[in-house]
């Protein structure tokens, strides 16, 4: 007995030594179980609590992403249809300046058959005016469309425009040697397109003109001035590389390297940089672009009242030396960005049809709307989205000569009312549309950082351009690249039409 007393306490010993792990075990065992039940229901309904409040939290978690989503889709569908809205708006108001530019130069012809000089000079004036307050208005209506569709005032977009005119009353209004630097396209010009600018970005930008041409610009076709280029660098988008700029990362040495910026390409300031038409004054007698009987045909056509023949031939009408307005064989090339085979393969069914065939005046927007998330937790602190949607839009028309429709421009590049409708367009198949001149980083990354850079090389900068060049300067990350192409570059396919690269936008922002 005793013997076993001693076994029983001996085993009660180690079956009951005070470790933390063993007074669990302990507590869970039946054989140990000691009725205590309000704290087990306690323990129990505690667990369900912290249950219940994971499932919410994760349930609110879930209906407010839900929300943020839901308003995520429906700000960025406002934005697209403020953007279309805009673009077609501008346009519109595009072709309505061009129909009445042509309009003006019949009315010249008429002005000389009825001898009235003052009406000649009159009619010039105008038309040299509409060149810029057409593409103004146009760039008014943009404001309006977008701002009915739900798109405010952008700060960046208003300052820049505002800083732009400012540019306009100084620069422009330049003499050099007494004569204005930038030929006036009539007198006061430059004071007066201030103005209008000033006056439309007073009332706030919610569309920013995206395919502007600034005269002071360097004209396109440098690499520094593509921003593929830098998005290339920042990705370590070594195949970018191998597609556009091959050779580039083996023979670029240092900033020296870089050919020199290409100076602006205007010399003719008839055409308004936001918005332009395409437009600029040729001088001749009329008669060495029609014969009088084309004339006296296109005047009724136009419903501008009956002349002959014999009136126009008798009268100075065909000899006159004349400013007439006439399309920019510049501007108006063939519609080459939309051609399936064309620069940018452009993903189209078929061929466009001849007498819609031209580049030339059309309108490129870009709006920003921003969503207010509900979300917490998922960004650096902003709590807000930025919505980017641009949109292209273009005025259409053909001449109807003897039932056969041709371009507008098909007689002799003279102006004539030909714009019927607008339709919207891809956007990389508008014209200038790498431009991105509503985007104001880059805007300012071109004027003011490029040729810094040219000068003495990257310096540091907020600016993500001059990071991204900074970046490219570093010897080891071009060496990266070239090591990736020699092992992968079979990898680099063109891409193919249709994906999400086409259509929408893509390279613009979306
Ligand atoms: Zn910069």
Redesign the pocket.
Known sequence: MKREGKRLKAEGKRTWTNTPLNLFIASCSPSSFIPHPPSLSRARSGQAVVFLLLAFTALVFVLLFNVDLHRIIQRKDQAQNAGDAAALAAARWQGATLNLVGELNLMHVLALATQAPAAVDAITNMQARLCFTGPMTALFAAQIAAKNNHIYVDPDMTSLLTEHAATVRTEYNTRFNGEMYFAEPWVGAWSEYADMLELIASDGIAAGPDNTQFYLDPSTGHPLMEKAFYEAVESSNWCWFYLHARGLLESYDSYHDWPPLPDPDTTDYADSEIFGIGLHPYTSPIKQLFSASDLEKLIQEADLGPVSAATLTASNAMDSVETWYVYNTKDWTAWDLIKPDGEGSFPITGPVRAEYDYAGADAVVRVYASVDRMTPGLDGGSRSDKVIWTSAAKPFGYLDTDNKKERPDSAADFVLPAFRNVRLIPIDSASGSDNNSSDIDWV??IKS?LRPYLDVGPKP?G?R??RALATWEVRAFRKVGIDWLELYCDNCNVPSGGGGQRGGGSRRGH
Do not use: Q
């Open positions: 300012r990354h950082h900068s600016c351009y001059c």
